[in-house]
Structures are given as structure tokens and as C-alpha cells.
């Protein structure tokens, strides 16, 4: 299945990166400032559509992440575009980041919301009340989950920030095609 060299990423990979660049940013916006002071208040979650779009655009950024590492086993091949070898280093390094942090994410706001015993509500009236296992495991109380979920939501975004400044960087001065790799292209016959 492996190609020798190309020049762009498959399509497939094309769609998860976009998809997902979009849904973290929107889902970060929405991100619920002062949400342990309306949960002191007694307000459900539910009757916040900021707090439940946010949840559920966040539950989608986890679908799309594990079926985009699953598709990262099985893809063709990536392209391989010459550079420094500190700048390679450094860009494997920041996808690992961005990774870890797309997973870390949905991880921490369970942990948050299971620590603190509030409800999971998603659209379409999903929701879930209690989730015991996280309450009673010891993790639960090793971090205020919310802080550091909120901490990760603000680095993604200056990290992606990087990133994005990085591609246009190699597109404008570098002119190397690390950018129009990760671009929707004409597919050569
Ligand atoms: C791409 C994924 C996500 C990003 C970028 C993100 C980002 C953020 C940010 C920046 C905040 C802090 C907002 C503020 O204080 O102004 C926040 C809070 C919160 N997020 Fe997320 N989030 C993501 C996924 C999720 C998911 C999957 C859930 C639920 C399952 C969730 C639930 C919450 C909750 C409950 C809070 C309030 C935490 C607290 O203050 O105790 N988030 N999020
Ligand atoms: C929240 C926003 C973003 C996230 C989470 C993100 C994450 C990632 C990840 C995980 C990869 C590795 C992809 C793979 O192997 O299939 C990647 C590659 C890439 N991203 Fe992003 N990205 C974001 C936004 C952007 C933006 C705004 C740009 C451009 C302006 C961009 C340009 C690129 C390029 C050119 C690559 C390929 C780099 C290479 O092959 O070395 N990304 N991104």
C-alpha cells in the first residue's frame, strides 16, 4: 500500500486536518468561562447552549482523533520534504504535542466533570449524570481538572498558533511546499 514519494498528503488525512482545525477553534471559543460558579448556582448545564456545544464539538474533536490515528497506521505514504534537521526534529516534536493535546483534552474535562460529580449534556438531550468510576478513582483527586483542562484548551490554541505560523513561514520564505502538502490539490494522473 506504501507509495515511494509524494508531495501531498491523501485526502483523507487532508479532511481530519481541516475538520478537526475548525472544530478545536470553534469549540475553544465556546469554551464555558465560569462554569464552577454556575454549577454552584445550581444551573444545568443542559439549559446552556454554550456549555453544550462546546461538550459535544469536544466529543467530536475525540472521534475524529482516534479514527485520524487509526487512519495514520493505514495511510499511503506521507511526503518527506527536505529541510534542517532542527526544524524536523522541532515539527515531529509539535505534532507530537498537538496529539497528545488533542487527546488530552476530552481526557481532562472527564476527569473534571467526574471529579466535581457534574453532568456530561451533549445536543440532542444526551446526557450523562454521574460518572462513578472517575469519582471514586484516585486520580479524581490529584488536580482541580478543570484548571488544568482549561490550561491545555488555551495551549492547543497557541500551539496551533506555532504551527500554523510555521507552515506559512515555509511557504513564504522557505518556499518548500511543507504548507501546499496539507492543501487540497489537482491529484496528478
Ligand atoms: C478540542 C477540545 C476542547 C477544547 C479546545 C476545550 C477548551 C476549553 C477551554 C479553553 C476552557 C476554559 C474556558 C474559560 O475558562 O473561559 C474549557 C472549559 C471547559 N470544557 Fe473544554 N475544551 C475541549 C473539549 C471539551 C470536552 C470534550 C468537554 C466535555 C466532555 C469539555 C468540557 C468543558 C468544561 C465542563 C469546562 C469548564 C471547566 C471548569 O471550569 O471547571 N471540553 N474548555
Ligand atoms: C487547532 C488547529 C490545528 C491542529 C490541532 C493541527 C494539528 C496538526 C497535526 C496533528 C498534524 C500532523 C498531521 C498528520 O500527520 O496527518 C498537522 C500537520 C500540518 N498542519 Fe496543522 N493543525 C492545526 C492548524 C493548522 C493551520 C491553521 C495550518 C496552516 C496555516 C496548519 C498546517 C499544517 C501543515 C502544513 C501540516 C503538515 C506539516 C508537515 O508535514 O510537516 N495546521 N497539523
Same mark, same amino acid.
Given at each position: ?19 478537526? $482545525?475548525?472544530?478545536?477553534? !470553534? ?15 445550581? !444551573? ?14 469536544? +466529543? ?73 468510576? +472517575?469519582?471514586?478513582?484516585? !486520580?479524581?483527586?490529584? $488536580? ?11 495551549? +492547543? ?7 500554523? $505560523? $510555521? ?23
Amino acid at each position: 500500500m506504501k507509495q515511494q514519494s509524494t508531495s501531498h498528503y491523501d485526502s483523507l488525512s487532508l479532511a481530519f486536518h481541516w475538520v478537526t $482545525a475548525v472544530v478545536v477553534t !470553534i469549540a475553544f471559543i465556546l469554551g464555558p468561562g465560569g462554569f464552577g460558579r454556575l454549577m454552584r448556582q445550581g !444551573i444545568d448545564p443542559a439549559t446552556r447552549s454554550d456549555i453544550v456545544w462546546h461538550e459535544s464539538l469536544g +466529543i467530536l474533536v475525540l472521534v475524529l482523533t482516534v479514527l485520524r490515528l487509526i487512519w495514520v497506521a493505514l495511510r499511503p505514504a506521507t511526503p518527506q520534504i527536505l529541510m534542517a534537521g532542527w526544524m524536523h526534529v522541532t515539527s515531529k516534536l509539535v505534532h507530537l504535542l498537538l496529539w497528545s493535546l488533542l487527546l488530552a483534552l476530552p481526557i481532562t474535562a472527564f476527569l473534571a466533570l467526574g471529579s466535581e460529580a457534574h453532568p456530561l449534556t451533549l445536543l440532542g438531550g444526551v446526557r450523562i449524570d454521574k460518572m462513578p468510576m +472517575i469519582a471514586d478513582s484516585a !486520580i479524581a483527586k490529584l $488536580a482541580d481538572w478543570g484548571d488544568v483542562h482549561a490550561f491545555l484548551g488555551d495551549a +492547543i490554541m497557541w500551539l496551533a498558533g506555532l504551527h500554523a $505560523a $510555521a507552515a506559512i513561514y515555509h511557504h513564504v520564505v522557505l518556499k518548500d511546499g511543507v504548507l501546499s502538502a496539507m492543501l487540497p490539490h489537482k491529484r496528478s494522473s
